[in-house]
């Protein structure tokens, strides 16, 4: 059964969705357009237009859809959330207004699945309705891609456990209200069992924020940066604070990717094509050489190749919310990485085309494109770089596969043809070939 349709029922929703996110998010992104405008729980001007806003979107039954029914959420399932993501990543505030922001989606997630009753009670609850943010705080000055460089460790003292050590890009630190932060406990188990998650309040003595170091996007001369750069030092926070069992530190951090990584590629698709709007119109819009953009070859190839790289990709990622959906646990895995690669790759390529048919407006921060265009190697980086998640889409891909029986390949011409003559001997004979 094949069918891309989508339910009129549904369809209503995502077209309220479409018109409130334009109408009512757009406007937040302007007047509070930095990467961390959207954590500030501080801000009154902001906080008083979102409140209402959220409140609209509760009543629509859309808040937080990302969580199952058993934390409040509707259970929407993979597919609806990857259509109703691709609306929310067309402005940087949507998510926030829908609570679903990352990386508070994440963090709800491990806490869902691995918090203590009291951990629920004290970290999710507030998280789930919007009134705090948090922090996930595991890669290292020394090292991200890979968690068997970590050093930032927490030794047991008595009745607690006392963290010391440094974390970099920890996003959104200065704003969080807690951290869950990854340390090595057991620094002589095997390589993916040396560490645990401990859940420490923003308020915990010896948290020194180094530096909030600023990307691309954002000024460090104006103090926007986002990423904390942090010190732990000699933070103590009783043992209950474990979040997970001890030396699951790895398992809690994988758990939290799956499917935040599709509703990601999916904001991405969304990014994309607003971009891909932009660049329509301006290729109707603008004249040179006596005939508008549109009718230049080159514009017309920026065109064809980002709709056919953006059709590509937004398949991609709805295949692989319906292989999670109604496949086993695990089935979409190797799919999830290819859509991880991909959405770093497209945002690129599109960002990139439409910059460029912008002309000098394009390299200005005078439309969006400028800043979504300096977001393309964060995507390539955040959650993992694109090498990594390549290698695992090779090694899901070569599980399939085995080596050839014999000295030559399975397609080896010249065996085949001898395969075929013996097959049909007889007949060849009688024709005389
Ligand atoms: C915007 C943004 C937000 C982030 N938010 C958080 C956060 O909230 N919490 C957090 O803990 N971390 C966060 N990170 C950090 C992110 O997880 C790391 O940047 C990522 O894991 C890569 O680590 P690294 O930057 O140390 O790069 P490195 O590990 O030094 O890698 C550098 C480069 O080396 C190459 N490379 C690395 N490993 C391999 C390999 N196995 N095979 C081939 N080539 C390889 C790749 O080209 C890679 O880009 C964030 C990063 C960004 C950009």
Redesign the pocket.
């Known amino acids: 059964m094949w069918d891309f349709r989508t339910e009129p029922e549904f369809q209503a929703k995502l077209d309220w969705m479409a018109a409130f996110v334009r109408d009512e998010c757009e406007p937040l992104d302007l007047l509070f357009p930095r990467p961390g405008d959207p954590y500030d729980v501080q801000n009154k001007a902001s906080r008083a237009i979102l409140a209402p806003l959220r409140e609209k979107v509760k009543e629509q039954g859309l808040w937080a859809c990302h969580l199952g029914p058993e934390l409040g959420g509707q259970g929407f399932g993979q597919l609806k959330l990857a259509l109703m993501n691709e609306i929310l990543g067309r402005s940087q505030w949507a998510p926030t207004v829908f609570g679903t922001a990352a990386?508070d989606t994440g963090n709800a997630e491990i806490l869902a699945l691995y918090g203590t009753e009291g951990q629920k009670a004290r970290y999710l609850q507030p998280l789930l309705e919007g009134n705090i943010v948090s922090?996930?705080?595991?890669?290292?000055?020394?090292?991200?891609?890979?968690p068997k460089?970590f050093v930032c460790a927490a030794t047991r003292d008595g009745d607690e456990w006392v963290i010391e050590g440094e974390?970099?890009?920890?996003?959104?630190a200065r704003y969080a209200s807690f951290f869950i932060v990854?340390v090595v406990t057991d620094p002589d188990a095997k390589p993916y069992e040396r560490m645990s998650m401990l859940i420490v309040p923003a308020e915990t003595p010896g948290i020194e924020i180094i530096r909030n170091v600023a990307?691309m996007n954002e000024r460090d001369d104006l103090d926007e940066g986002t990423?904390g750069y942090i010190h732990y030092n000699q933070v103590r926070v009783p043992l209950d604070a474990m979040l997970g069992a001890p030396g699951e530190g790895f398992k809690v951090a994988q758990s939290r990717l799956g499917g935040g990584r599709v509703h990601h590629a999916m904001r991405v698709v969304g990014k994309c094509q607003r971009a891909f709007d932009m660049m329509c119109e301006r290729a109707l819009s603008r004249r040179t050489q006596g005939k508008l953009l549109a009718e230049h070859q080159f514009v017309q190839g920026f065109i064809a190749d980002s709709a056919i790289q953006l059709q590509q990709f937004r398949l991609l990622v709805l295949q692989t919310a319906w292989i999670i959906d109604n496949e086993p646990h695990g089935a979409a895995r190797t799919h999830i990485a290819m859509c991880k690669v991909a959405l770093a790759a497209v945002l690129h390529d599109v960002l990139q085309r439409a910059v460029q048919l912008y002309g000098s407006l394009g390299t200005t921060q005078e439309t969006p494109l400028g800043p979504w265009w300096a977001y393309a190697?964060?995507?390539?980086?955040?959650?993992?770089?694109?090498?990594?998640h390549?290698?695992a889409v090779a090694k899901g891909m070569l599980r399939g596969y085995s080596p050839a029986p014999g000295l030559f390949p399975t397609e080896h011409i010249p065996t085949r043809r001898a395969e075929a003559r013996a097959r049909y001997a007889a007949l060849l004979e009688e024709h005389g070939l």
């Not at 922090?135 to 890979?146: A, I, K, L």
């Not at 974390?167 to 959104?172: A, Q, R, V, Y």
């Open positions: 990386p922090t996930f705080s595991m890669t290292e000055p020394q090292g991200g891609s890979d460089e974390k970099w890009f920890s996003s959104h990854m990307t990423e190697p964060q995507l390539a980086l955040a959650d993992g770089p694109t090498e990594v390549k290698a």
